[in-house]
């Protein structure tokens, strides 16, 4: 079986040559031991565990066509509706335990999109890519790797084309090409737990037209190719964290909030047999839109609901511990926040069993465009909801909580168990821990992650605007009103 | 095969004895000849032409395991999930052709609750009634007969009980048990299109008690037996469409807003055979909550959405006829509908997808409790929002209109006609009529019934907060933190 | 002292020559006894006692510099924020005495707009308009006149010129000019109460440029000239008061929903001193402007405020009648009411209290630009908001209620007593007429009539994005973090 | 002249006795040098710094009638509308320059609170509150004090009343009567900068019940009182505060987010001379109603308009520096930001305009009660918005954004400024500290801090639902219908 344990993964992942990771001003010494790089490491374990673990395995792999094994579901393309509803089980059976990114999400989708656009390309161009691709993916899930997704660029003046922009490299750029594979150089922005994979798998962020063929790229590399450097997010949460003197003092101790990097591609080499997309520039958008659909339905109707799913037990945690189960404004707002997750869950589900196979005969199912570009924009909204009804639930101390450690200080520790354990039986312990945890929720970084995850929700409207038209709704009122049609 | 054409439907109805129908202070001499009762027997109608087409028989009819034979949808209980989605889709359906209530869905949600709670009685209390129940559903199924539901009751003071009432008929209540049946009497308020069913199913609208047993009762009835009163709604539509020299002048031309009457029992006689709960005070809150959800799916999720495709599809043709199509701001109202519409549609498809066998055995198949509930809550906010947005592209021209008889009146058409056409290619007369068709859904009665339609919000929320219990959402937390568990 | 009674401006309207007032495709003989043209004028009496009735006086007068006498104050021009704020509760009072538009409104703000531009072209024109006007102003108050307003145009394309449409007249325009005078022909529409004023200012809708000398005009009529025709809106609100034996079957029964007719010029003739604006394509935006915000903080904050005052009170007694003052959920909704009332009050009286004299020099008091359009844009979300909780609490009734004629029908007289009386010790009547009340403002036009009243919420929009600059706010910023400016 | 500079302000505190303040698990050896308490410091100096500068002076001070000399406005207890007005505009006006609380906000309501109600008590009970009190006002005017205001306490279970709680000390609590004075025990918690002022001024939080006098407690205290501890809050964004190099690394360099502690009184002595109530039980709901309605005005009438100017500045300069400003979606949320604070301006000004002297002959103005409460319940939701339509602006990079350090290290300083420019004209510095700021908005403490700064939203629903009672609403309703009142 290709399933390898989570100590393997590690393993292998620190055979890799060193990496040029950067973090607030300094180099990354070693990103199994740097508390934030650790806590993606901490997640994609947990994925390996899952594959294995008999409670879970049925949800959490798939049998492959290409191995004839059981792999893990983080490689496996959906070849029918009931597996891409097995696909959004599985992205909120992955949110709720992690409370954070499932790094290898954006991989998989990227997976998706390249399997039935290069199968698209091959049919209509006669070029070899769907075969590339397929070794490719076999040989990803014979030796069960990490793969991670890359489309997000800097780009320049959006009223401009690239041609046109000071730097060409604000979109990743082929800059040679030899005889066994390209140089390319330029960023990816945005990228959750690059660094962490073993594989990331690069594709265009937009439309191309003609005269941008260099830019009309996808393709794969390790992650530990030279010429790349990963530039990593530093925020308050980070700081906090390198801070912690144990890591149950912070909200989410071991996955922690997303952590992404700029990864930087300063002349980097790609063997033909890992390149995708070259120069085709009408297929650009059909690997943006393919893999933005199939993302959308995840970021919007599966690992939201995960999330909300731990703000939901939190929100009610605190209200028992409280001994607020007669306010009746919270039973309200805890039912509030199961409309908007249920509703979020009908979502993904519904853009699961209206999904199809496209291009037809390629035997790729995604899931329905406009319901997954619903999913999205409706998540955003219902996030913000619900982080701010967990908000008012979790109370002021949600902002003015003092650290764990007061309540180890002996000057401290009598005082913040009289006076924040409310004269509650639950230890004062849990109420700050539970109370640290929708910190992590409501006042941290997730708001601003639902909405530019998977895309900003004008990247939604303008998706939904170009799919609907409209023309069935207005035979329905002519025919209602007796008005002949031309 | 057992079904019957729209002319065949029209002329069983007449060969009833006459109905006690009153409207506006007088009785109605003949409801098929008084413009607002016809616009029921229209609709119903429709359902017997739809079952015949070809290009909607597959979607409108089923095969009966009752008859073995095709019947209409109408007639048929799920018996699967696959059921459940076909009873989604019809719903929407004929929302959108009818432009208002399908006043078969009633009775079909009635039939659900009653086929599974009669076999749940008949299983743990070893009565005959779901024998009874299948006969008399064969028997509908047989004749292609319309039924109707009614459940909704007058009611006293909330907080007292039924017997403390001042009187004790604000809910139906047996008056006398015969040998050969039993005498009922009371009334059911706010029923849609009774007069033009066949047959009434009669529920009971809520839980009872001990001491209740009399008012633990459903049955079916005639539409004229003796001791029926019908007692019809009267609204500004309905004085409108009273005046109209044409349907044609009106919002909804054929089929109107949704007619209901308050239906009285006076001492009404009810045969054993037709009994299917009398006294088993522990079951009435079954047929009440299987009712509510399988009603709910259907209002909250289906019918809606249907609506809808109306009002999106005439605020298009507005934004066309009226030369805006590079409004920006009306593009991103049509697409906020859309949004709206496919979350409608989401939910009630989950609500299907999710259903299962209820009882276990029964082979009866209900919607998911939560996403029904879910589904109806939804789809109030959404609908007056939809309401909102068409009122806003429609204009103030929605109630500002003129009646289309001044295009008529030679005094006054020259000047409709330059001043009401904007200049526009379209005729006049297509301008005025699709405005017409929004004041219909947006100044009218469609935001209120929405709100109470299969129960009002409050219903839902009871109903959420009885579903849920927290402790997965609770474990999933404490899971987290690693605090222990108890 | 210039206030005459109401019976007076009854007697005075009658004494115009006859009207050319169509509705419903039939010319309307006596508008004093069409009970829908009828309620304007019911409504305009009311503005007439208010002034004389010691209680109001002070709130509905004031004294006017121009006649060193008390006159009503829908005819008193602003000229300090003390009077803004007075104007603003007036709109009130008389919101939530008629429940319908207060047909003196229009006129007033369209009095104050001209107040400041005529003043301000003669400033630097040389031009005599504003001597013009002031005389006029004088007669009117003198008379003590009910002046209407009219701005609203059919127009064409709005992508092209008016100079480019098929038709010129879609714009009320110049058609010859004489010695005496000038002639005119074109329409305005949706304009309330037109026929029951004796005077229509006619004011230009939109901005004009060079070439479009003929629409840059604005003229006083009388509503009798020759040449005018009114053609009156027809909706299910007008059939049913067609219908009606007796107004307090009706939703509002004095005063009825809001009439509208829309207004013809067909050659009316104007002589020059009630020519106020005639070829000065500059000033066209000016009075445009200048009357939106004022009518923007009167539609947004004030008259609306009184609406809600009604509809809360009847939710209030709703509440009371069928015994649910134990209900949580509509105590929750009642406040939910009252803080979006108070929310609009608010946007109001900030609207007067900074608003600011306009020009300066002019002696004209205006409210402040941004805040009259926040008040607008603000109430109609918040009013479409109040109608859908109003039709939570009304519950089904309001779609399903039958007529009160049923109540007196011995037929069914015992009937509805028993049934709709809810057992509750209130005369069943008052259940009936309180529902009746909330139907008449949550299922009919008032949602939409409110998003146009003052223009569509995108006219809002299109003013506050011309007002506000940002130049502050970046300033703040850049302070902020250290950022210094070029 | 009482108004000293920022400077003395330092100094007068560095004079106080070493305090008892915690933080992260150790004691603050210097609030002058920890990074996250002195930016409480910089704030408090911010408002001497104003009042002493002459284009703020008048602005944010007032004439004392006590010391008949100039003083800070936040010693200054209000006596008219106008003075209800320039509080609330000096609220706005400290909030836009700071970014984060003023800390002498809590105080000066607390003085507005125990004004009025000492002067009540000694009307009513003839005691001496009211003269200690303005001797204690008139000595801190002279000497240009900074006074912290406390009132929210742990407290226990909301069922019991505190008499039934295992710890009596859950609410602050007299221990010992003296000859001299009192002493006390409990805490206060979520005190924001109470370690920066020279006295603290503590209230009751609820109202107290016969049996429960030793609760109701007013007095004043040196914030270096023997038995006072401080333990302060540690979050995300303080650990980053203590990470960074340089201030301006951070998201509000030199004010930071609001610092709170938790204030333990442990036998603390309090003279009688700075006690201002103990054990008018009857009183202290009237403090809580006082204080609540003047700090509701002011959290949400007046600073979250402040803050609102610097989210929409900074979503400004974003939008120019990228190059977006034809991106009609971005207007549309910068408007719609700006109709939020315009409203919730609006609200903050009609509670002052509304407000009114209370009790009468007391000389002291409060705003009114119905509007402070609606102001603050409307600012809750729409801060949330506002954040959401930064969060959108703001971009992905809101989360991702590296440390500015990074920036600074040769080894990553080219592709951050490569990449993260986006090829813009403006250095690419001022792009991230941008960005930095409105991480500090979006993604920081300022949701959770609107909701439960001056009490969460349900208080305020109490006390809407406890002032309004319907009265005047339903007789409208009834005069309208006809209905005779009995």
């Known amino acids: 079986m290709a399933l390898i344990t989570p100590e393997q993964y590690?393993?292998?992942?620190?055979?890799?040559?060193?990496?040029?990771?950067?973090?607030?001003?300094?180099?990354?010494?070693?990103?199994?031991e740097n508390p934030n790089t650790r806590t993606v490491i901490e997640a994609n374990k947990a994925s390996y565990l899952w594959a294995l673990d008999p409670e879970s395995q049925d949800l959490m792999t798939a049998l492959s066509p290409l191995t004839n094994d059981r792999i893990n579901r983080y490689l496996y393309v959906c070849r029918s509706r009931e597996d891409l509803v097995a696909k959004a089980m599985a992205g909120t059976f992955a949110a709720e335990r992690l409370g954070t990114c499932i790094y290898r999400?954006?991989?998989?989708?990227?997976?998706?999109?390249?399997?039935?656009?290069?199968?698209?390309?091959?049919?209509?161009?006669?070029?070899?890519?769907?075969?590339?691709?397929?070794?490719?993916?076999?040989?990803?899930?014979?030796?069960?790797?990490?793969?991670?997704g890359a489309l997000t660029e800097p780009r320049g003046d959006r009223k401009k084309r690239a041609l046109d922009w000071p730097d060409p490299f604000l979109s990743v750029k082929v800059v040679e090409k030899k005889s066994d594979g390209i140089v390319v150089r330029g960023?990816?922005?945005?990228?959750?737990?690059?660094?962490?994979?073993?594989?990331?798998?690069?594709?265009?962020?937009?439309?191309?037209?003609?005269g941008e063929e260099d830019y009309a790229l996808a393709f794969a590399t390790p992650t530990d190719a030279e010429g790349l450097t990963y530039i990593c997010q530093y925020s308050p949460y980070s700081a906090e964290r390198e801070m912690a003197e144990d890591i149950y003092e912070l909200g989410n101790p071991l996955f922690g909030q997303r952590e992404t990097s700029m990864v930087v591609f300063d002349n980097v080499f790609v063997p033909w047999e890992r390149v995708f997309h070259c120069g085709e520039v009408d297929y650009s958008i059909k690997l943006v839109e393919r893999f933005a659909k199939t993302h959308r339905m995840t970021c919007g109707g599966t690992c939201k609901v995960g999330f909300m799913n731990l703000i939901i037990g939190a929100c009610k945690l605190l209200q028992e511990y409280k001994g607020l189960d007669k306010a009746q404004h919270i039973h309200d707002e805890l039912?509030?926040?199961?409309?908007?997750?249920?509703?979020?869950?009908?979502?993904?589900?519904?853009?699961?069993?209206?999904?199809?196979?496209?291009?037809?005969?390629?035997?790729?199912?995604?899931?329905?465009e406009l319901m997954g570009n619903v999913s999205k924009l409706n998540i955003c909204q219902a996030f913000w909801r619900v982080m701010a009804l967990a908000g008012d639930i979790g109370g002021g101390l949600i902002v003015t909580l003092p650290s764990l450690k007061d309540l180890k200080n002996p000057e401290t520790k009598r005082y913040v168990e009289e006076f924040l354990g409310f004269g509650s039986e639950v230890p004062t312990e849990h109420i700050l821990k539970v109370t640290k945890l929708l910190q992590n929720w409501t006042a941290g970084q997730h708001g601003v992650g639902t909405w530019h995850g998977a895309g900003p929700p004008m990247a939604q409207k303008i998706m939904i605007q170009r799919v609907v038209d409209y023309e069935y709704e207005k035979n329905l009122v002519k025919k209602a009103l007796g008005i002949l049609k031309k």
């Open 10 to 32: 590690e393993k292998s992942l620190k055979a890799r040559k060193e990496l040029n990771v950067y973090m607030n001003g300094r180099k990354v010494k070693d990103i199994f």
């Open 105 to 148: 999400c954006p991989g998989l989708d990227a997976l998706h999109s390249l399997a039935a656009t290069t199968w698209e390309m091959d049919h209509h161009l006669k070029t070899d890519y769907h075969h590339r691709f397929t070794n490719y993916l076999r040989w990803l899930q014979k030796n069960d790797l990490v793969v991670g």
């Open 187 to 210: 960023a990816k922005i945005n990228i959750s737990g690059a660094y962490a994979a073993h594989e990331l798998l690069v594709l265009p962020q937009s439309a191309k037209r003609k």
């Open 335 to 368: 039912m509030e926040m199961v409309v908007l997750r249920e509703t979020g869950r009908a979502c993904g589900l519904a853009s699961a069993n209206l999904g199809k196979e496209e291009p037809e005969g390629s035997g790729v199912y995604l899931p329905d």
